[in-house]
């Protein structure tokens, strides 16, 4: 069971990136996949989340700004990230499961002023 982020990098206030999770496995019929980010010293925060049918939820910072989206066939997880902006910078994972169970190894974003 794995979970691969790419699609982080830096990039200016105001632009946009796209993260991908590539799922392995039987885990894409988990019902909930998650997007968590992490800043140094702080706690990993619930940025997005998406069920199996297809409902989001997001943070409140984020609203907006971020779409989170699945592609069961291809067992992709993605959020695109839009109006990016200094404080979003962190490394972002994906996650699965309650808890979540299942964790990928996360990937950087550095938003520049």
């Known amino acids: 069971v794995q979970l691969a982020e790419s699609g982080g990098g830096w990039v200016q206030a105001g632009g946009s990136l796209r993260l991908s999770c590539a799922a392995s496995?039987?885990?894409?019929?988990?019902?909930?996949m998650t997007w968590y980010r992490r800043t140094p010293g702080i706690e990993r925060k619930l940025v997005a989340a998406i069920t199996g049918d297809g409902d989001t939820r997001y943070a409140e910072s984020v609203k907006g700004r971020f779409t989170i989206s699945r592609d069961n066939d291809k067992r992709i997880l993605y959020l695109q990230m839009n109006n990016l902006q200094p404080e979003d910078t962190a490394v972002y994972y994906c996650?699965?499961?309650?808890?979540?169970?299942?964790w990928g190894q996360g990937t950087q974003v550095t938003v520049s002023s």
């Open positions: 996650a699965a499961g309650p808890g979540p169970t299942y």
């Open positions: 496995g039987s885990i894409f019929n988990i019902n909930v």
